[in-house]
């Protein structure tokens, strides 16, 4: 077999375009500008995942999905920014990589800023990640100390997907989540076994099971991840027990519950919800086309 390096081989949408930015040469991402200026960025980490689960978990998940959306819009994808911000309860992990907030805050604000110079004026900051919280800093950021003049947008992939996230709902027939989203768990590792199966060690899930679950703060009043059960703390808001202290096998869930058929129904409903907004941003705002999101010097009247 000849060897080819993964960052080698040209990644092409249904109309035969490339989708990474970093794939494009010049001319290909000048015209690609005048046709679409919507730009998705995967946000995600890298972090331990549990003893069945890559490293590079959340990357590839938010990638994945952002590469779907392309696929089908005609968008661009920029090469995902690999490591992330982490919350304190995850430091000390080994694998677990973390980026202090303001050294990430403005790498992402660098990354908006020039890729609007580029000319991709509606960018899609897509968090697959524990940082939502750092991530609408960047935006602000961008707009007011850089003068970033471009629509910024911030989501997460299981933002558009909270209603299927529900313990107990039905996916599709004899198919429900038996526990709530939470890190490195049922959720991520039936999404993972979806997206990358080679990249699961089916094997070992029931090995990375948490031996039990504790919580500074019961779950009634606080999300574990994601806030997707709308209770009174997001799970940012709060300090939690140290990874390292109560789940040093680096899952705080239940993997061995995950199944390839669940992560299937929940990325792709994600899918087809983010490309019909993507559809409507194409259709409100064409290329060239941005809403006025930024202030004007002489708005100021310090």
């Known amino acids: 077999m000849e060897y080819e390096s993964r960052f080698a081989r040209p990644v092409y949408n249904k109309f035969g375009e490339k989708i990474y930015f970093d794939q494009m040469t010049m001319a290909e991402i000048l015209e690609r500008v005048k046709k679409n200026d919507i730009i998705m960025v995967p946000c995600g980490s890298i972090e331990s995942h549990g003893l069945a689960q890559a490293t590079g978990e959340d990357t590839l998940i938010g990638t994945y999905i952002a590469e779907r959306v392309a696929f089908e819009t005609g968008i661009t994808v920029a090469p995902p920014i690999f490591y992330g911000s982490h919350p304190s309860h995850h430091y000390g992990m080994p694998g677990t990589i973390p980026i202090k907030k303001e050294a990430y805050i403005d790498y992402v604000v660098s990354v908006v800023k020039w890729l609007s110079n580029t000319g991709f004026k509606k960018i899609i900051l897509f968090n697959s990640h524990g940082q939502e919280y750092v991530l609408p800093i960047a935006k ?57 199966p080679k990249l699961v060690d089916v094997e070992k899930l029931k090995e990375s099971d948490a031996e039990k679950m504790v919580g500074v703060i019961p779950d009634k009043w606080v999300d574990k991840a994601g806030n997707v059960y709308s209770r009174p703390f997001s799970w940012f808001d709060v300090s939690h027990y140290m990874e390292i202290h109560h789940y040093p096998k680096g899952s705080v869930g239940y993997p061995s519950k995950a199944s390839k058929e669940k992560g299937e129904v929940i990325v792709e409903e994600a899918i087809k919800r983010i490309i019909e907004f993507v559809e409507w941003l194409k259709e409100k705002y064409p290329p060239g086309v941005v809403p006025k999101v930024w202030p004007e010097p002489g708005d100021f009247k310090y």
Not at 151 to 161: E, R, Y
Not at 179 to 187: K, S, Y
């Open 140 to 196: 602000d950021k961008a707009i007011i100390d850089e003068g970033v003049h471009a629509l910024i947008m911030v989501t997460s992939w299981w933002a558009w997907v909270r209603d299927l996230l529900q313990v107990g709902r039905e996916l599709k027939p004899g198919v429900r989540l038996e526990t709530p989203f939470i890190h490195a768990d049922e959720l991520e590792a039936s999404v993972l076994w979806y997206v990358a």
